[in-house]
C-alpha cells in the first residue's frame, strides 16, 4: 500500500527519525542491555519464551490480574532475563528459525521490553505522560538498536508506518530492515502489551 506512505527518500526517513530522537533526548546508544554477554544463546526464541512464561508466573496477580512490578523486579526471573537480554548483540535472524518463531520471538522481546523499560525508568501511572517511551526503550539486538516502536512498526507490521508518522520506520538500506515480518499479520496486536490497563 504505497498510498498510505509519503514518498520520502531513505535519507529523509533516516533525517525525520534522527529529529525525533534528538528532539525527545533519545541516543544511539540509549540501550537497556548496554554491556553486551561475552557470547550469545542457543536457540534465543526458546530461551525467551521459557522466561517471559517465568516472568509472567512470578508477576501476574492471580486476584486481579495486574502486574506486580515490585515483585518482578525482586524475582529470579527477572534477573534471568537481563541476563539474557545482554546476550541479543548475538542474535541473528538466522538464530530465531522459521517465521512462526521469529513472531513469537519478536513479540516476547517487545513484551519483555515494556516491562523492562518501566522498571528501569521507574515509569508509575500512565506511559503516555512520556512521549517517547516507546522510542526510548531498546536493546541491542544483532549488533542493530530496535526500540519497542521498532519491533512494532518496523518488524512486526512489516516495516509500516508509525500511526502518528509519516513515514515507514526503516529507511530503504536500514540493516534492521531485514527483521521485518512480511505479510504481517495484524492479529499480533492482540498480543503485545504497552503497560496499560485495560
Not at 519464551?49 to 524475582?75: C, F, H, W
Not at 513484551?111 to 526510548?136: C, P, Q, T, W
Request: net charge positive; proline share 6%; aromatic share 10%.
Amino acid at each position: 500500500m504505497k498510498s498510505e506512505n509519503f514518498d520520502l527518500s531513505a535519507f529523509g526517513v533516516r533525517t525525520a527519525n534522527q529529529i525525533a530522537n534528538r528532539v525527545l533526548g533519545i541516543g544511539p546508544n540509549d540501550l537497556l542491555n548496554p554491556e553486551p554477554a561475552r557470547s550469545g544463546l542457543e536457540n534465543p526464541a526458546r530461551k525467551l519464551r521459557e522466561i517471559a512464561n517465568d516472568m509472567r508466573a512470578q508477576a501476574i496477580s492471580p486476584e486481579t490480574g495486574e502486574v506486580d512490578y515490585g515483585k518482578l523486579v525482586e524475582s529470579e526471573s527477572y534477573a534471568r532475563f537481563k541476563t539474557f537480554a545482554r546476550a541479543l548483540p548475538y542474535c541473528t535472524k538466522e538464530d530465531l528459525g522459521d517465521r512462526p518463531h521469529q513472531i513469537a520471538f519478536w513479540i516476547n522481546l517487545y513484551n519483555a521490553l515494556i516491562l523492562h523499560g518501566v522498571l528501569h525508568y521507574k515509569v508509575s501511572g500512565s506511559m503516555l505522560r512520556d512521549v517517547g517511551f516507546f522510542r526510548r526503550v531498546a536493546y541491542n539486538v544483532g549488533g542493530m538498536r530496535f526500540s519497542a516502536d521498532d519491533i512494532e512498526h518496523g518488524v512486526l507490521r512489516g516495516n509500516r508506518r508509525h500511526p502518528y508518522l509519516p513515514f515507514t520506520q526503516f529507511a530503504k538500506g536500514d540493516p534492521r530492515e531485514m527483521m521485518s515480518i512480511e505479510d504481517p499479520d495484524p492479529r499480533m496486536h492482540f498480543a503485545l502489551v504497552c503497560g496499560a490497563r485495560s
